[in-house]
Nanobody, 120 residues
Framework: VQLVESGGGLVQAGGSLRLSCAAS????????MGWYRQAPGKQRELVAT?????????ADSVKGRFTVSADNSKNAVAVYLQMNSLKSEDTAVYYC?????????????WGQGTQVTVSS
């Protein structure tokens, strides 16, 4: 399974960006998809996830500003992150992730990351 992110870039504080992540390959059953981020010198942290039943989880720092959504159809598997009211502390490399499950077999996949830089 391959995940390819797009949509990162440089934006001024208060601006918006929309990240996309397209999945390809043999997927058995998506349990969840989502986004993590890693700022320089910091650990990777959860930003937002969405499960197969549509349940969403957000980091406290992005609640009310970011929205995660997913497209899980026969022809396309993708996850999106709409980021509004961006702050300098949102600057990080953003990684999409997919958890695939079939029976007792669980596989986690990661994208290569996309840089988001918010200038103050």
């Amino acid at each position: 399974v391959q995940l390819v992110e797009s949509g990162g870039g440089l934006v001024q504080a208060g601006g918006s960006l929309r990240l996309s992540c397209a999945a390809s390959g043999r997927i058995f059953g998506i349990r969840a998809m989502g986004w993590y981020r890693q700022a320089p010198g910091k650990q990777r942290e959860l930003v937002a996830t969405i499960t197969s039943d549509g349940s969403k989880t957000y980091a406290d720092s992005v609640k009310g500003r970011f929205t995660v959504s997913a497209d899980n159809s026969k022809n396309a598997v993708a996850v999106y992150l709409q980021m509004n009211s961006l702050k300098s502390e949102d600057t990080a490399v953003y990684y999409c992730t997919l958890r695939d499950e079939r029976g007792s077999v669980v596989r986690d996949f990661w994208g290569q990351g996309t840089q988001v830089t918010v200038s103050s």
